[in-house]
């Protein structure tokens, strides 16, 4: 599966879906965004039962401020619409692939269990 360009209208429905989104924050003139470009877009081709987006963050510049989006590339995954990582910096091919690993590999009921029990401690 290619990757899918978001806009700020697309991306809460897109992360909110069921089961495996990474979400590559980019902009045209960043040479690591360009360097990790190859190796996310491979990713997309390897996984596709995982839904993999980009993010220009010059042309959505109001979403990728929302999610304080600092340093670019950024890639967040989303797992059943919980955000269950957020890092800058390019991946090389066996980090990304690590990360998808992890995410796929993720306890979500004990996930869930951890945010509630954050929740209602931050109460």
Do not use: Y
């Given at each position: ?23 590559d ?7 690591p ?17 995982i ?27 989303f ?10 910096g ?27 029990e ?6």
């Amino acid at each position: 599966m290619a990757t899918k360009d978001l806009t700020l209208a697309e991306f809460e429905e897109t992360v909110k879906q069921d089961g495996i989104v990474l979400v590559d924050f980019w902009a045209e003139w960043c040479g690591p965004c360009r360097n990790f470009a190859p190796v996310f877009e491979q990713a997309s081709e390897e996984h596709a039962e995982i839904t993999f987006a980009k993010v220009d963050t010059e042309a959505e510049q109001q979403l990728a401020g929302a999610l304080q989006i600092t340093s670019i590339p950024t890639l967040m995954a989303f797992r059943d619409g919980i955000l269950v990582f957020n890092q800058p910096g390019a991946l090389p091919a066996p980090a990304l692939k690590q990360v998808i690993e992890a995410v796929e590999g993720l306890d979500m009921e004990q996930v869930r269990a951890t945010i509630a029990e954050q929740q209602t401690a931050g109460q």
